[in-house]
C-alpha cells in the first residue's frame, strides 16, 4: 500500500475466517484506516490483491466488483451520516440506491434496523440532534441496511466515552452472533479489541508491515516488544 512512491505497509498477509471478528491494530498512522479502504474497494494496492473466497477483488471487472460491495457494510469513523437526512433516511439511503426498493418500503427496512441498534423512536431525528454514541450506532444501522456477509469498522469507538465505548462493544458482539456477519474491526482501543477480538493483526509504522498475528491475550507475550507495548500499555 501507498502514496506515490510513499510505502505505508508492504509484505501484508492474513487470512479472515467467516463468523470471526478480526482486529486490525497498531499505532497511529501505520496505515489501519488505508487498509480498510483497500479492503472494501475504495482504493487499489500498489501490488498484490484482496481475496473473497479466494477471487481476487481487484483482479475482478467492474460488474464483479459492485456485486462484492454488496456484500460489505461499513461504519466509518465519524458515523459520515448525511446532515440534512433524518436518521431513517440516512439508513435508507443503500437500500434505495442499492437495493432498488420504493423510497417508502426502504424507510419501513430503515425503521426496523434502527430498532435493532436500540434507536427505536429516533428515525425523525436529525444527526445534529443526537449524541455521538446515537450517531455511531445510527452508522451502525446504515452499515447492516442490506442484509452484508461482512461488516467493517473503523475506529468505531472514536470519540466516545467509555460507557458509550462498551455499550456499542456489546452491540457489536449482539450482532455478529445474531446475524452470523464476520467483522473487521479497525482500531487501536484496547478494551475493545481484547473484548471483542477473535484473531487480530499488527501493522508497524517504522518497519512499514505486519509484525504480529493471532488472538490478542496471546499476542501480549509477543516476542516483538512493539507488540507486548502496544498491548500492555507500555507495562511490560
Same mark, same amino acid.
Given at each position: 500500500? =501507498?502514496?506515490? $512512491? +510513499?510505502?505505508?505497509?508492504?509484505? @501484508? ?15 497511529? =498512522? ?18 498484490? #490483491? &484482496? ?9 475482478? /471487472? $467492474? !460488474? ?31 437500500? &434505495?440506491?442499492? =437495493?432498488?426498493?420504493?423510497?417508502? #418500503? ?11 441498534? =436500540? ?9 445534529? $440532534? ?9 452508522? @451502525? ?16 469507538? !472514536? ?7 462498551? +455499550?456499542?462493544? /456489546? ?9 452470523? !456477519?464476520?467483522? &473487521? @474491526?479497525?482500531?487501536?482501543? @484496547? ?8 484473531? !487480530? ?22 516476542? #516483538? ?7 500492555? +500499555?507500555?507495562?511490560?
Amino acid at each position: 500500500m =501507498g502514496f506515490g $512512491e +510513499r510505502v505505508v505497509q508492504e509484505d @501484508l498477509s492474513f487470512t479472515v475466517e467467516a463468523g470471526e471478528i478480526f482486529v486490525v491494530m497498531g499505532d497511529s =498512522g501505520c496505515g489501519k484506516s488505508t487498509l480498510m479502504r483497500h479492503m472494501i474497494g475504495l482504493q487499489a494496492p500498489k501490488t498484490g #490483491d &484482496v481475496l473473497y473466497d479466494g477471487e481476487g477483488y481487484w483482479a475482478a /471487472d $467492474e !460488474a464483479r466488483r459492485e456485486a462484492f460491495k454488496r456484500r460489505f457494510g461499513v461504519l466509518y469513523q465519524y458515523a459520515a451520516l448525511f446532515s440534512s437526512m433524518t436518521l431513517a433516511e440516512n439508513v435508507s439511503v443503500p437500500l &434505495v440506491e442499492q =437495493g432498488g426498493l420504493p423510497r417508502r #418500503d426502504a424507510l419501513a427496512v430503515a425503521r426496523l434496523k434502527l430498532a435493532l441498534v =436500540g434507536l427505536g423512536g429516533f428515525e425523525e431525528h436529525y444527526p445534529a $440532534e443526537i449524541s455521538g454514541g446515537m450517531k455511531k450506532r445510527a452508522g @451502525l444501522a446504515r452499515a447492516m441496511a442490506l442484509d452484508p456477509d461482512i461488516l467493517y469498522f473503523d475506529e468505531p469507538s !472514536a470519540g466516545l466515552d467509555p460507557l458509550s465505548s462498551r +455499550r456499542l462493544d /456489546d452491540l457489536v458482539l449482539e450482532l455478529r452472533d445474531s446475524l452470523g !456477519a464476520t467483522v &473487521v @474491526l479497525v482500531t487501536h482501543e @484496547l478494551p475493545s479489541i481484547f473484548e471483542l477480538g477473535d484473531n !487480530a493483526v499488527f501493522l508497524d509504522a517504522e518497519k512499514k508491515t505486519m509484525t504480529a498475528r493471532g488472538r490478542p491475550a496471546e499476542l501480549k507475550d509477543n516476542p #516483538d516488544p512493539k507488540v507486548r507495548a502496544f498491548l500492555t +500499555r507500555g507495562r511490560l
